[in-house]
Each structure stands twice: as structure tokens, then as C-alpha cells.
T-cell receptor
Framework: EPEVTQTPSHQVTQMGQEVILRCVPI?????FYWYRQILGQKVEFLVS????????KSEIFDDQFSVERPDGSNFTLKIRSTKLEDSAMYFC?????????????FGPGTRLTVL | AQKVTQAQTEISVVEKEDVTLDCVYE???????LFWYKQPPSGELVFLIR??????QNEISGRYSWNFQKSTSSFNFTITASQVVDSAVYFC???????????FGTGTSLTVIP
């Protein structure tokens, strides 16, 4: 099973600040995803990333969010101006196969707390 | 639109009891994928199973079994002889053939009492 690490495990920030969450797959993968889970709620899709560009995004993924692979390895999610409602667990996921075929493997998550 | 419903928000069972977690989904697609993930107290999401919509054969893996009924749009998950380590939140999810996103249910929190 592919391994995915995420840093930091917990991030505390002030409202209005920018945060960058990082995802590091252990081996090469084609597809990357970000999901979020507000405490006690379901996991919600944010964005998928393939071949260095966004392939799909949800309505949650508005202009304050952005993703990139700055060095071809790390996959980052940036929130430009955090809001209280951005407090959630953010999961990175990867898949190695063709879209719609393989399961996604999730990282351990980053807990974001916005004060 | 896709929708996954897990009507059971919380279930408690005594160790060694069998327990079934329900999952009902909605989609207009004729081909799709269904998944179950486990989220233990530590928070990570652990993949359990993927099922293709064109394969209705039920699957058993150790104490876990899955019953896929396309006619009723259900994909139920049964744990036989439950153990304390099974205590977790279990999520059912649907994925379309086109597109990448998962549509998760709201999860069922299972507590196995020793």
C-alpha cells in the first residue's frame, strides 16, 4: 500500500493568515487529492490534481484555495486567508492508476485550527 | 447528483457480536465504484474495500463481509465476531467512472464494548 505523509500534523493559525499544508507521497503517483473533514462530519472532496494541473474541484474549493507541486514531489494545499470555518482535518490522498479505477489512499491528515 | 446515506450514526455492540453497517447510495450512473473506509480514533482513513457496480458478487475477507445489492442501491458491511479494535467510524463512499472525487456518507460510529 502506498504511503503518504502529511505535515504538519496540527496547525494552529489566526484568522486571516495564510497556511500551507503539505503532502508527501513515498513513491511516484499520478493523481493527488485533497479532502477535508469538519469535526464530526463527513469527508468532503476539495480538489484533484493530475499532470500538474487541477482536474476537478468542488464548490468548496474557491479562490482562497490553491494547490501545486512545487518541486515535483510535495503536493501542497494553500489557504490564503483562513476563516474560522476552515477549521477541519485536511486529508491528502493519492492513487496510482487511471481515474475512476483505483482506490485512493489517504494520508494521516493535518488538523487545522483557525482562531 | 450522487449521494451516499448511512442512516446509522452510532452503533454499540458487545464484543463477539455480529454487526451490520448500512449504506444506501443514489446515482444515475450505470457504472460506478463503491468503497468502505475505516477511521479509527487516531484519525486516518484506512481503505477496506472497493466494489465495481457491474460485479454484484459478495465478498468476504476474514471477519469482514460486504453485501452489494444493486437492485436496492445498497452496499452493506458486516463485521462478524466484533472486537474492540473494530471500534471506529466507518465511511461508505461512491466514485463515478468519470471524475475523481469520492462522495462520502456521513459515517457510522461503531463502538465495540469489551
Amino acid at each position: 500500500e502506498p504511503e503518504v505523509t502529511q505535515t504538519p500534523s496540527h496547525q494552529v493559525t489566526q484568522m486571516g493568515q495564510e497556511v500551507i499544508l503539505r503532502c508527501v507521497p513515498i513513491s511516484n503517483h499520478l493523481y493527488f487529492y485533497w479532502y477535508r473533514q469538519i469535526l464530526g462530519q463527513k469527508v468532503e472532496f476539495l480538489v484533484s490534481f493530475y499532470n500538474n494541473e487541477i482536474s476537478e474541484k468542488s464548490e468548496i474549493f474557491d479562490d482562497q484555495f490553491s494547490v501545486e507541486r512545487p518541486d515535483g514531489s510535495n503536493f501542497t494545499l494553500k489557504i490564503r486567508s483562513t476563516k474560522l470555518e476552515d477549521s477541519a482535518m485536511y486529508f491528502c490522498a493519492i492513487s496510482t492508476g487511471l481515474a475512476g479505477v483505483e482506490e485512493q489512499f489517504f494520508g494521516p491528515g493535518t488538523r487545522l485550527t483557525v482562531l | 447528483a450522487q449521494k451516499v446515506t448511512q442512516a446509522q450514526t452510532e452503533i454499540s455492540v458487545v464484543e463477539k457480536e455480529d454487526v451490520t453497517l448500512d449504506c444506501v447510495y443514489e446515482t444515475r450512473d450505470t457504472t460506478y465504484y463503491l468503497f468502505w473506509y475505516k477511521q479509527p480514533p487516531s484519525g486516518e482513513l484506512v481503505f477496506l474495500i472497493r466494489r465495481n457496480s457491474f460485479d454484484e458478487q459478495n465478498e468476504i475477507s476474514g471477519r469482514y463481509s460486504w453485501n452489494f445489492q444493486k437492485s436496492t442501491s445498497s452496499f452493506n458491511f458486516t463485521i462478524t465476531a466484533s472486537q474492540v479494535v473494530d471500534s471506529a467510524v466507518y465511511f461508505c463512499a461512491l466514485r463515478r467512472i468519470t471524475g475523481n472525487q469520492f462522495y462520502f456518507g456521513t459515517g457510522t460510529s461503531l463502538t465495540v464494548i469489551p
